[in-house]
């Protein structure tokens, strides 16, 4: 089932989010193998992905023939049923998958998936509901990703009162202590901005800081 080469994907647990990282792996033309213990989820995945197989992943005998170990990443996106999710991992862990992403539930499923040695913990929601909740309190902000306990960073676009202004006079990096990494003006990215460079109407700003001043930042800068 496993090439050389070209990367191996597996997906265990076709949820919305399983499926969602599934179908996007397979259109983006790579290998997946889906795998859920409900035999019509796997059904209905069984055309939009490599291999689909109907199988319990808490059983250790039923991933090794499948040969689980030989997948380059493995993404367990299991929630609801935190045991299985774990014990999930566990087996992943002992046959020696390389790779092994797993989407928590919550704050303390994912702790326990850390100790047991899950490579990454994805908080689907949470991370969602973060973004979501920036952009309603401050409509200008377009993306937000959390980059550690400490640091952010935010797309935001331009405010009227920015229009017209450059980084200097702007000033972000003395009154709040964070910085404009890169200017994004239609398809065209500037990753080095110059602080001479004057802000357009439709100019996005990638900023990075820590998540409390980038707070202010926000909220000093929103309009409806
Ligand atoms: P989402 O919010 O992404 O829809 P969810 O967090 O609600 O997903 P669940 O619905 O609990 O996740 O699980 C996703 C899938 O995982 C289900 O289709 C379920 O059949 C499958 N699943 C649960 N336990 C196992 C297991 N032990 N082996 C294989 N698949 C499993």
Known sequence: MAHANKKQFAVIGMGRFGLSVATALSNMGLDVLAIDADE????????LVTHAV??????????RALGIR???????AIGEDIQASILT??????????????????ELHGKVLQKIGADKVIYPERDMGLRVAHHLTSPNVLD?????DEYSIVEMRVSAEMVGKNLIELD?????GCNVMAIKRGAR???SPSAAERLTTDD????????????KLELAYAEA
Do not use: W
């Open 144 to 148: 937000y990703i959390e980059l550690s």
């Open 172 to 176: 972000i990096r003395a009154r709040f």
């Open 189 to 191: 990215m500037n990753i």
């Open 54 to 63: 109907s199988a319990d992943s808490t059983d250790e005998e039923a991933l």
């Open 89 to 106: 991992t566990l087996i992943l862990k002992d046959l020696g998958s390389p790779l092994i992403v797993v989407k928590a539930q919550n």
């Open 70 to 76: 030989n997948f380059d990443v493995v993404v367990v």
């Open 204 to 215: 996005v700003l990638v900023i990075v800081g820590e998540k409390n001043d980038l707070t």
């Open 40 to 47: 019509h989820r796997t059904q209905m995945v069984a055309n």
